[in-house]
Structure formats: C-alpha cells, structure tokens
C-alpha cells in the first residue's frame, strides 16, 4: 500500500437517502391486495394436490410446483409464531417506535405473514397469542390494508 494515505483518514458522509421506486405486484399478489381493499379479506391459494392452504399466496405450489391452485377465503385471526420489538426509529418504520413486528400463522395456512402488532405492549406479546387482523378505514391495495394485527377479542 501507498505511503500517500498514511495517516489520513477517511472522509465519512452521514445521510439519509430516499430511493422511491414503483413495482408491479404481479396477478397473484395484485388479485391479494384487491381482494384486501375492496372486500376485507384475507385470501390464500390452496394446492389441490398437496392439500395445503398458502398466505401469502403463490402463483405455484411451493411444495409440488402444481399450477392447480385455487384461491379460498380465510378468517383473519392466527396465531403469533415469532416476533420481534424494533425500539429504534427508522426511517423505512411505517409508524414510531417501539413497533412490534410478528409472524403469524392464519388459521388453515401453512405459512406465517409477517405484519405488525398492536394495541399491546412489547412486554406482553407472547408466542402462541391469538390475534386478529384491524383493516385500514382507507384501503389502498397494499398490506397496509390490514392496519395491523391485535390481541384476539
């Protein structure tokens, strides 16, 4: 290494950076967040071969590849499976912290949907809470259409 940058050292820019972009869903998760926005439902694909029911829903089948899928309707209350408290305030945070993300697991699926947990407090969320889904007044065909989970009433 060059004796040039001996004893300088490096210049440390502290920024934040905005990168907005815009995606297309794609048909399957496009059909998931219509159905959010203007029903309230919750909806996953199940595989006919498998016999498994798949939320967030997938185009295929994840275990099989089947392309027989069909989509089916599910009540929006589940079961935490993981979780996490997030005490720092980020900026890609939808809302301040602390913010409680969780895993959970829909009643009938077999995978976990990763959302956010409200109205209890970081101490008291427990693997294994039942919670249901609090829809957004204002639905505009994204996750957020579910405002977040909650204790099961």
Avoid at 63 to 82: D, H, M, N, R, Y
Avoid at 92 to 113: F, Q, S, W
Wanted: glycine content about 6%; hydrophobic content about 45%; overall charge positive.
């Amino acid at each position: 290494m060059s004796n040039v940058f001996k004893g300088v050292e490096p210049l440390v820019v502290k920024s934040k950076i905005s990168v907005p972009y815009h995606w297309w869903a794609g048909e399957t998760a496009s059909a998931f967040f219509i159905k959010l926005r203007d029903e309230q439902k919750i909806s996953g694909t199940w595989c006919a071969a498998c016999k498994k029911l798949f939320l967030p829903p997938r185009k295929t089948c994840p275990l099989c590849f089947s392309a027989q899928i069909e989509w089916k309707t599910v009540q929006p209350v589940g079961t935490v499976t993981a979780f996490t408290v997030v005490r720092r305030q980020l900026a890609a945070m939808p809302r301040k912290a602390p913010v409680i993300y969780a895993m959970i697991k829909i009643d009938g699926t077999e995978t976990g949907l990763l959302h956010i947990l409200d109205e209890v407090k970081p101490g008291d969320v427990k693997i294994g809470m039942r919670v249901e889904a609090k829809f957004a007044e204002v639905r505009k065909a994204t996750i957020f259409d579910i405002e977040y989970f909650r204790p099961a009433r």
